[in-house]
């Protein structure tokens, strides 16, 4: 089974900073793209940002220049600097990933979700 397990949220005020991480262990042959989501209260999941095994990244238009994705292929690893952060930023992110698996075929998986809240 594959897990992927998120850190790194908490409160932080207006403008400040916060690196998301995103672990995935378990039976895992390779991992295609790699996706930050977050879901507000009350409103649908969006997609933050994207990247793919090559490192191409994506990011919605309400984080670019703020945000940040990167990933370590060798460690299974996924991060999200965040920076400049706004109230609207708050949410739960979770990760997202397209994982080959002990089945030998790809898989959507998906983290628990960590908290980000913005506030003074």
Same mark, same amino acid.
């Given at each position: 089974?594959?897990?992927?397990?998120?850190?790194?949220?908490? +409160?932080?005020? $207006?403008?400040?900073?916060?690196?998301?991480?995103?672990?995935?262990?378990?039976?895992?042959?390779?991992? &295609?793209? #790699?996706?930050? /989501?977050?879901?507000?209260? &009350?409103?649908?999941? @969006?997609?933050?940002?994207?990247?793919?095994?090559?490192? &191409? *990244?994506?990011?919605?238009?309400?984080?670019?220049?703020?945000?940040?994705?990167?990933?370590?292929?060798?460690?299974? *690893? #996924?991060?999200?600097? #965040?920076?400049? +952060?706004? $109230? @609207?930023?708050?949410?739960? /992110? /979770?990760?997202?990933?397209?994982?080959?698996?002990?089945?030998?075929?790809?898989?959507? /998986?998906?983290?628990?979700? *960590?908290?980000?809240?913005?506030?003074?």
């Amino acid at each position: 089974q594959v897990q992927l397990v998120e850190s790194g949220g908490g +409160l932080v005020q $207006p403008g400040g900073s916060l690196r998301l991480s995103c672990a995935a262990s378990g039976t895992i042959f390779g991992i &295609g793209v #790699m996706n930050w /989501y977050r879901q507000a209260p &009350g409103k649908q999941r @969006e997609l933050v940002a994207t990247i793919d095994s090559g490192g &191409g *990244t994506d990011y919605a238009n309400s984080v670019k220049g703020r945000f940040t994705i990167s990933r370590d292929n060798a460690k299974n *690893t #996924m991060n999200l600097q #965040m920076n400049s +952060l706004k $109230p @609207e930023d708050s949410a739960v /992110y /979770y990760c997202n990933a397209d994982v080959t698996d002990w089945s030998r075929r790809a898989h959507d /998986y998906w983290g628990q979700g *960590t908290q980000v809240t913005v506030s003074s």
